[in-house]
C-alpha cells in the first residue's frame, strides 16, 4: 500500500504508543484525583501541554486540550462570539474554511450574527487588502485558516493577524493543516487563538488543542466540572493527551527535514504528471502551499473513479477533503478558485506523509497515467473534446 492522504490522517507513530501505554494500564487515574495514580496521570498531561505549547511558541497555561480540531474551532469562534455579542455581531472568513469552521459560523448567522465570507481568488488564498476592507465597527472576531485542507495554500496569516491587532478585534487560525508541517509560532503569526489536531502529526484521533492567548476570554460553550480552564469540562483523555504532546514533539525535531523531503515529493510528483499527462493541471499557487500537499485536476475523468483506480492499485488518495467526501457536490474550495464544477469533479488531492519514498513517486505516477487513460477511454467528455 502506498498511503498519499496524509490530510485526511495518519498512521499513529511507535514511539507515540509506547508513551500512551502506560496511562491506559498503569496510571489510568482520574488527573483531578489526589493518589498516586491520579496524580502520575496530572503530571503527564503537563508535560503534554508543555510539548505542545513548544511546538507552536506558546506559554504551557495557554494550551487548552480539546477533543480534536473541530472542537477547537467551535470553542474559539462561538466562544468569542457569544463573549462579545454585546460588543458587535460581525464575524469574517473566507470562503475556503473547513466544515468545522464554516459550519460554525453558518450558526452562528442563525444566532443573529453576520459573516462576511471573503474571496480567495484563483490561486486560493485570501488577499490582506480585502480583509481590511471587510472590518466594521461592529466586527468582534476574523478567522481565516493557515492553510487549506484540500489545495494546501498558505495564508498570509501574520500580516491578517497585524491588522486585527490594529483594530483590537479578536483573530483566530485553524492551523490544523499547518501545525508540524511549517513553522507556526503563535506570537511570529499574530493570534488570539489557534486550532491543532493530533491525527495529522502522526498522534492518536479524537484529541487536539486550542491555544487561547492570556487576557483573551471565551465563553464557555461545554458545561460540566471546569476541566481546561471551564472550556472542556469532562473527564480528560490523559492517553490522548500524552499521544498528541509526543507527536508534537517528534513533529518539532523532525520539522526541518520534513519540510524539504516532502517538498521534494510533492514537486517531482507534480512536474512528473504535468509534464506526461495532457490537460492535467495544478490547482491552487505553486509555492505558497504546504510542502506535502498537491491537488491536481485532469479534464474529462471523474475524481471519485480516479479514487477508486487507484485503490485498486494499492493507492490511498482522495479528491479533497475526508470530512465531506460524502457529499457529492463539487468541492466549495475548488469552485472558490474559479473552477468550474466539471472541472471539479476532476481533481484528485495526494498528500505526502514522512514515511513515503521516491519509489512511491514513480509508482504512483505510473498508476495515475493509467487509471486516466482507462477513465478517459469511457469518457463522453473526454470523447467529445477529442
Same mark, same amino acid.
Given at each position: 500500500?502506498?498511503?498519499?492522504?496524509?490530510?485526511?490522517?495518519?498512521? +499513529?507513530?511507535?514511539?507515540?504508543?509506547?508513551?500512551?501505554?502506560?496511562?491506559?494500564?498503569?496510571?489510568?487515574?482520574?488527573?483531578?484525583?489526589? *493518589?498516586?495514580?491520579?496524580?502520575?496521570?496530572?503530571?503527564?498531561?503537563?508535560?503534554?501541554?508543555?510539548?505542545?505549547?513548544?511546538?507552536?511558541?506558546?506559554?504551557?497555561?495557554?494550551?487548552?486540550?480539546?477533543?480534536?480540531?473541530?472542537?477547537?474551532?467551535?470553542?474559539?469562534?462561538?466562544?468569542?462570539?457569544?463573549?462579545?455579542?454585546?460588543?458587535?455581531?460581525?464575524?469574517?472568513?473566507? +470562503?475556503?474554511? =473547513?466544515?468545522?469552521?464554516?459550519?460554525?459560523?453558518? *450558526?452562528?448567522?442563525?444566532?443573529?450574527?453576520?459573516?462576511?465570507?471573503?474571496?480567495?481568488?484563483?490561486?486560493?488564498?485570501?488577499?490582506?487588502?480585502?480583509?481590511?476592507?471587510?472590518?466594521?465597527?461592529?466586527?468582534?472576531?476574523?478567522?481565516?485558516?493557515?492553510?487549506?485542507?484540500?489545495?494546501?495554500?498558505?495564508?498570509?496569516?501574520?500580516?491578517? #493577524?497585524?491588522?486585527?491587532?490594529?483594530?483590537?478585534?479578536?483573530?483566530?487560525?485553524?492551523?490544523?493543516?499547518?501545525?508540524?508541517?511549517?513553522?507556526? $509560532?503563535?506570537?511570529?503569526?499574530?493570534?488570539?487563538?489557534?486550532?491543532?489536531?493530533?491525527?495529522?502529526? *502522526?498522534?492518536?484521533?479524537?484529541?487536539?488543542?486550542?491555544?487561547?492567548?492570556?487576557?483573551?476570554?471565551?465563553?464557555? +460553550?461545554?458545561?460540566? #466540572?471546569?476541566?481546561?480552564?471551564?472550556?472542556?469540562?469532562?473527564?480528560?483523555?490523559?492517553?490522548?493527551?500524552?499521544?498528541?504532546?509526543?507527536?508534537?514533539?517528534?513533529?518539532?525535531?523532525? /520539522?526541518?527535514?520534513?519540510?524539504?523531503?516532502?517538498?521534494?515529493?510533492?514537486?517531482?510528483?507534480?512536474?512528473?504528471?504535468?509534464?506526461?499527462?495532457?490537460?492535467?493541471?495544478?490547482?491552487?499557487?505553486?509555492?505558497?502551499?504546504?510542502?506535502?500537499?498537491?491537488?491536481?485536476?485532469?479534464?474529462?475523468?471523474?475524481?471519485?473513479?480516479?479514487? /477508486? /483506480?487507484?485503490? #485498486?492499485?494499492?493507492?490511498?488518495?482522495?479528491? #479533497?477533503?475526508?470530512?465531506?467526501?460524502?457529499?457529492?457536490?463539487?468541492?466549495?474550495?475548488?469552485?472558490?478558485?474559479?473552477?468550474? $464544477?466539471?472541472?471539479? =469533479?476532476?481533481?484528485?488531492?495526494?498528500?505526502?506523509?514522512?514515511?513515503?519514498?521516491?519509489?512511491?513517486?514513480?509508482?504512483?505516477?505510473?498508476?495515475?497515467?493509467?487509471?486516466?487513460?482507462?477513465?478517459?477511454?469511457?469518457?463522453?467528455?473526454?470523447?467529445?473534446?477529442?
Amino acid at each position: 500500500m502506498i498511503y498519499l492522504d496524509h490530510a485526511a490522517t495518519t498512521p +499513529v507513530r511507535d514511539e507515540v504508543v509506547k508513551e500512551m501505554e502506560p496511562y491506559f494500564i498503569k496510571y489510568f487515574g482520574n488527573p483531578s484525583t489526589y *493518589y498516586k495514580i491520579g496524580r502520575e496521570a496530572k503530571k503527564a498531561m503537563e508535560k503534554a501541554r508543555v510539548q505542545v505549547a513548544e511546538l507552536i511558541g506558546a506559554k504551557p497555561e495557554e494550551v487548552i486540550f480539546t477533543n480534536g480540531g473541530t472542537e477547537s474551532d467551535n470553542a474559539a469562534i462561538k466562544g468569542i462570539a457569544f463573549k462579545n455579542k454585546k460588543k458587535g455581531n460581525h464575524i469574517i472568513t473566507s +470562503v475556503i474554511e =473547513h466544515p468545522a469552521v464554516d459550519e460554525t459560523c453558518k *450558526y452562528l448567522e442563525k444566532q443573529g450574527f453576520e459573516v462576511t465570507y471573503l474571496p480567495v481568488y484563483e490561486e486560493g488564498i485570501v488577499r490582506v487588502e480585502d480583509v481590511k476592507s471587510a472590518i466594521r465597527d461592529d466586527t468582534i472576531l476574523i478567522t481565516i485558516m493557515h492553510a487549506n485542507n484540500e489545495i494546501g495554500t498558505i495564508q498570509p496569516i501574520a500580516e491578517i #493577524g497585524k491588522i486585527a491587532k490594529e483594530n483590537n478585534i479578536a483573530f483566530h487560525s485553524d492551523a490544523v493543516q499547518s501545525v508540524g508541517k511549517i513553522p507556526v $509560532d503563535v506570537n511570529d503569526l499574530n493570534v488570539d487563538l489557534l486550532s491543532l489536531s493530533s491525527h495529522k502529526i *502522526y498522534g492518536p484521533k479524537g484529541v487536539g488543542a486550542l491555544f487561547v492567548r492570556k487576557g483573551v476570554r471565551l465563553e464557555e +460553550v461545554i458545561h460540566g #466540572g471546569g476541566q481546561e480552564k471551564n472550556l472542556n469540562s469532562g473527564t480528560e483523555n490523559v492517553p490522548g493527551m500524552v499521544g498528541l504532546g509526543k507527536a508534537c514533539e517528534i513533529a518539532k525535531n523532525e /520539522l526541518n527535514h520534513n519540510i524539504t523531503y516532502l517538498t521534494q515529493l510533492r514537486d517531482d510528483l507534480t512536474d512528473k504528471i504535468l509534464n506526461s499527462i495532457e490537460k492535467s493541471y495544478l490547482n491552487g499557487d505553486l509555492k505558497r502551499r504546504v510542502p506535502g500537499t498537491v491537488n491536481l485536476r485532469f479534464t474529462g475523468i471523474e475524481g471519485e473513479g480516479l479514487v /477508486l /483506480l487507484l485503490d #485498486g492499485k494499492g493507492i490511498c488518495a482522495a479528491t #479533497g477533503s475526508a470530512c465531506s467526501s460524502k457529499k457529492l457536490e463539487a468541492s466549495p474550495v475548488l469552485k472558490a478558485i474559479g473552477l468550474e $464544477d466539471v472541472d471539479s =469533479h476532476g481533481s484528485l488531492r495526494l498528500t505526502f506523509g514522512s514515511e513515503n519514498t521516491p519509489e512511491d513517486v514513480d509508482k504512483t505516477v505510473e498508476a495515475i497515467k493509467e487509471s486516466v487513460a482507462k477513465l478517459r477511454a469511457m469518457s463522453p467528455i473526454w470523447n467529445k473534446k477529442e
